[in-house]
Nanobody
Framework: QLQLVESGGGLVQPGGSLRLSCVVS????????VGWFRQPPGKERGGVSC????????VNADFVQGRFTISRDNARNTVTLQMHNLKPEDTAVYFC???????????????????WGQGTQVTVSS
């Protein structure tokens, strides 16, 4: 059974940074595209950043604006989202999710990722 566990969320001031980590178990990392998604209060879940199984390609949502970087270490079964210059509108529950895609990634849609972690809360507030 594929499992994903997020960590690293918390309370941060505007302009601050957080690093979110997702540890994947029960699957071959080389066969799994992984994405970070977020759900603000009262809004639907949307893509933040997705990365291909090898790490060779990634896509970011427009609101990232160069502030976030997704990376993966397949040997350690870990996918990371490094976030800088956080804004209050970044407040949301952040999820990592995986899909059985071994090729390149050109989209970051939650509907294409069937395996989900439990989420970690990110709150950006002064």
């Amino acid at each position: 059974q594929l499992q994903l566990v997020e960590s690293g969320g918390g309370l941060v001031q505007p302009g601050g940074s957080l690093r979110l980590s997702c540890v994947v178990s029960g699957g071959a990392m080389g066969d799994l595209a992984v994405g970070w998604f977020r759900q603000p209060p009262g809004k639907e879940r949307g893509g933040v950043s997705c990365i291909s199984a090898t790490g060779g390609t990634s896509v970011n949502a427009d609101f990232v604006q160069g502030r976030f970087t997704i990376s993966r270490d397949n040997a350690r079964n870990t996918v990371t989202l490094q976030m800088h210059n956080l804004k209050p509108e970044d407040t949301a529950v952040y999820f990592c999710a995986a899909g059985a895609y071994s090729g390149w990634v050109d989209r970051c849609s939650p509907h294409e990722y069937p395996y989900w972690g439990q989420g970690t809360q990110v709150t950006v507030s002064s």
